[in-house]
């Protein structure tokens, strides 16, 4: 059964960092891009970076660009998000999945509890 597990939220200042992990099992992780996705109360969840398998090749959506780092050890099928500069509109409850987009991940059938990211003063 494909399982995932966030963690590392919490509270984060405006400026400061966290670094969220996602362990996944259930299927051979190297052979799959990996994505993080994020929701905010009131709205629908966003994909928010991925990453390839293989050469790693990476991609954020604009407003993180310059201040996330998606990166992933297959040997530990473990999948993590660097978050430098935090701003309050990163307040989200953080998710991971398998491929790049949603469709990719409604394969799975799969989604996590998700990891709470707070940011406040």
């Known amino acids: 059964q494909v399982q995932f597990v966030e963690s590392g939220g919490g509270l984060g200042q405006p400026g400061g960092s966290l670094r969220l992990s996602c362990l996944a099992s259930?299927?051979?992780?190297?052979?799959?891009?990996m994505s993080w996705y994020r929701q905010a109360p009131g709205k629908e969840r966003e994909l928010v970076a991925w990453i390839s398998n293989g050469r790693e090749t990476t991609e954020y959506i604009d407003s993180v660009v310059g201040r996330f780092t998606i990166s992933r050890d297959d040997a530990k099928n473990t999948l993590y998000l660097q978050m430098n500069k935090l701003k309050h509109e990163d307040a989200a409850l953080y998710y991971c999945?398998?491929?790049?987009?949603?469709?990719?991940?409604?394969?799975?059938?799969?989604w996590g509890q998700g990891t709470p990211v707070i940011v406040s003063s």
């Open positions: 259930g299927f051979p992780s190297s052979t799959y891009f």
């Open positions: 999945n398998r491929g790049a987009d949603p469709a990719s991940a409604s394969v799975s059938n799969s």
